[in-house]
């Protein structure tokens, strides 16, 4: 069984700060998605990346695939405090079927 | 569009009560299906349907039935609540796509049973 590993699980950082979220596992990815989830919301996707070493750019945040697609990494420049909440990652384990990670808490104070 | 829609926000109940958790969407997704959320768990998949009429079982399915009689709606049936169902429940509809698909969350129903 796949699992998805996420480190750290907490992150509380300055405004304008950089950090970096991973996900990791023991298996290859056929996909990997990442996810933002506010407080009392559902998560959003914020991002898909298919191909091992792909980079996608979304404005300030960017994703990063591992070259064997065993891991990725979120990479967040200058943060806001709008970015704070829950970072999931999710990949798919069956037709219709996705697992999730246990999501990084990120919290960026003013 | 409202997108997925969710009922009730909020519910307790005592053990031994049953409840259904409504499921709704607007976007003709074929496939949709409910998670639940537990503190330093993520989400785990309970049940899913690839389409009316057609429901499976995902990683913990004991304790709860579903039913997809329309390609719209997707309840979640607790037949008698047990404090470990107490968490909070995400119901997803799948867009379908060439090489991914996209889930859309609704906003979630927090269920407290005592």
């Known amino acids: 069984t796949q699992l998805l590993e996420q480190s750290p699980q907490f992150l509380s950082i300055q405004e304008g700060e950089n950090l970096t979220v991973y996900c990791n596992s023991s298996?290859?990815?056929?996909?990997l998605q990442w996810y933002r989830q506010e407080p009392g919301e559902g998560p959003v996707l914020l991002v898909t990346v298919v191909t091992g070493g792909e980079v996608k750019k979304l404005k300030r945040l960017t994703f990063q695939f591992g070259d064997a697609r065993k891991d990725s990494s979120l990479h967040i420049t200058a943060a806001q405090p709008g970015d704070t909440g829950l970072y999931l990652c999710?990949?798919?384990?069956?037709?219709?079927?996705?697992?999730f990670g246990t999501g990084t808490r990120l919290k960026v104070l003013a | 569009n409202a997108g997925v829609t969710q009922t009730p926000k909020f519910q307790v109940l005592k053990t031994g009560q049953s409840m259904t958790l409504q499921c709704a969407q607007d976007?003709?997704?074929?496939?949709m299906s409910w998670y639940r959320q537990d503190p330093g768990m993520g989400l785990r998949l309970i049940h899913y349907?690839?389409?009316?009429?057609?429901?499976d079982q995902g990683e913990v399915p004991n304790g709860y039935n579903v039913s997809r009689s329309t390609t719209e709606d997707f309840p979640l049936r607790l037949l008698s609540a047990a404090p470990s169902q107490t968490s909070v429940y995400f119901c997803a509809s799948t867009k379908q796509g060439a090489s991914t698909d996209t889930q859309y969350f609704g906003p979630g129903t927090r269920l407290t049973v005592l």
């Open positions: 349907s690839v389409g009316a009429g057609i429901t």
């Open positions: 976007m003709n997704h074929e496939y």
């Open positions: 298996s290859v990815f056929s996909s």
């Open positions: 999710a990949s798919p384990s069956g037709t219709y079927k996705y697992i």
